[in-house]
């Protein structure tokens, strides 16, 4: 088939270069000429393991190729999929600017029948409303989709070759057959509903996905002050098929380009016929203050006195595998440390550069590697899970911090690391390895 997509970020480079590697011809196009420019120059725009290699492949195959032409590739292609960014709001609400002036630019270029497909995660209606809005710029006969995405960033790749289902909303028959032939490839698991369903599947399933997180963080709030094991907690409740083992490990909470904002866009969706959806608001409020664990952990080793302390950050972007520090836990944390005359060394091994954009104050000292971060600090906050934090020396690490206080705000250490060491360390939820370091541990 040949396909257009529209928007080269995290998700439509990743989708146009798989729709590529499953045999489709396929035409990548972005408004953003630098994004074109080093596409086209080989280079990835984001970090993805092993996107840089499938892409050289598709294109040495001559079915990859990568634009700013948007009305040249809708006129080669049957099929145009929408995948530029619907960010959220001040109100909450998603910003559909983009979608909106990419659905026009389409209209504008249309020579036939097409099909419209939006990727992009878009409240409900938004489908429709996009139809009329492309009928007022053309005659051209074409199909609106809606076909959600769920890819995650760090495994975009196998997410799309092997999804766990794909959704496709449809009015005509005829192209959601086409959609359906164009995904069968990759799974068996195909749900064909209408538009309005379709829209509301991402946000559910998002929603859901946030709930799960919030709700194992709070279960992990209340192990510390009973003295149970989090971690052991989510895997007994895992084992139960009703409840399953993903979204249970507790931490500081969620970020990214998705769950927050999906999350704030639901509630106003809701909001908007007047329904309060009061599950999810509170989701959104634990999932905001658990971050402040970090800075409470900090402030209680230090009886209260941050100011002029130096304090090591080891990972800003939202999880391992990415750089995308959209709504990082760390951006706030590392805000407030600097706002209380805190001294912040940080690293991150991926996402740096795209973290010092997004946080755009002085006050940080921005660093090279993770034991250069750490030397001369009075406490290290692992605030992302990166392989390489998990597989350091805790003895050498110890050796280079001014004290060994360690707050693991995503629960990479155990036990067995921490043998021998003589740190104090603050994990999520798990009061008994608290405990169980040589350091007396203050009650929480
Ligand atoms: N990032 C994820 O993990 C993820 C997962 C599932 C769904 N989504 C949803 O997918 C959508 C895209 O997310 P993303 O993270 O890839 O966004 P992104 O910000 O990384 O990329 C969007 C791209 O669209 C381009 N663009 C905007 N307007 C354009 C236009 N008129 N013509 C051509 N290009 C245009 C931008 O230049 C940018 O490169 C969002 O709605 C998001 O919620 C994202």
Redesign the pocket.
């Known amino acids: 088939m040949n396909i257009t997509v529209?928007?080269?970020?995290?998700?439509?480079?990743?989708s146009g270069i798989c729709y590529a590697e499953l045999g489709n011809q396929v035409i990548c196009?972005?408004?953003?000429p630098r994004?074109i420019d080093m596409l086209n120059a080989g280079g990835i725009?984001?970090y993805e393991p092993g996107l840089q290699e499938l892409a050289t492949a598709n294109r040495t195959k001559g079915r990859l190729s990568f634009t700013?032409d948007?009305p040249s590739a809708v006129t080669q292609s049957d099929i145009v999929i929408l995948?530029?960014?619907?960010?959220p709001l001040p109100s909450g609400e998603?910003n559909l600017d983009?979608?909106d002036?990419?659905a026009l630019?389409i209209a504008q270029a249309m020579n036939g029948y097409k099909i419209i497909a939006v990727?992009?995660?878009?409240p409900v209606g938004t489908n429709e409303r996009l139809g009329q809005l492309i009928r007022t710029r053309t005659n051209h006969p074409f199909d609106s989709i809606s076909l959600?995405?769920?890819?995650?960033?760090g495994s975009?790749i196998q997410d799309t070759l092997q999804p766990d289902r794909i959704i496709i909303g449809a009015e005509s028959e005829s192209a959601a057959a086409t959609m359906t032939a164009l995904h069968k490839p990759l799974t068996d698991q195909i749900v064909v509903t209408d538009i309005r369903s379709a829209e509301m599947i991402?946000y559910a399933s998002?929603a859901f996905l946030a709930t799960k997180i919030s709700f194992i963080n709070e279960i992990a709030n209340i192990c510390e002050k009973v003295g149970a094991d989090v971690t052991k907690v989510a895997e007994g409740m895992g084992y139960d098929k009703r409840i399953g083992p993903s979204f249970l490990k507790a931490g500081i909470g969620y970020g990214?380009?998705?769950f927050p904002?999906?999350t704030s866009a639901l509630i106003q969706i809701a909001g908007n016929v007047d329904y309060e959806f009061k599950l999810l608001r509170s989701v959104v409020e634990v999932n905001r203050d658990q971050r402040f664990n970090v800075i409470r952990k900090l402030e209680t080793i230090f009886e209260g006195d941050l100011q002029g302390k130096t304090v090591a950050v080891w990972g800003l972007a939202f999880k391992p595998n990415?750089d995308?520090v959209?709504d990082s836990p760390a951006l706030e944390i590392i805000q407030h440390l600097v706002d209380n005359g805190v001294k912040v060394k940080a690293y991150d091994p991926i996402a740096m550069d795209n973290f010092r954009a997004l946080f755009g104050k002085d006050g940080v000292e921005w660093c090279n590697e993770a034991m250069e971060t750490a030397r001369g600090a009075d406490a290290l906050c692992l605030l992302t899970e990166w392989d390489e934090f998990a597989e350091v020396d805790l003895g050498q690490l110890q050796s280079v911090l001014k004290r060994p206080i360690l707050i693991d705000g995503r629960n990479v250490f155990n036990e067995e690391h921490l043998l021998g060491t003589d740190f104090i360390y603050y994990s999520v939820g798990r009061p008994s390895l608290n405990q169980g370091v040589k350091q007396p541990m203050p009650i929480l």
């Open positions: 529209i928007g080269t970020g995290y998700v439509g480079l990743v196009v972005d408004k953003d994004k725009p984001i700013t948007l995948a530029v960014g619907t960010p998603a983009y979608i002036e990419a630019e990727k992009s995660t878009v959600p995405e769920f890819l995650r960033e975009a991402k998002n990214g380009s998705c904002k999906d990415t995308d959209r």
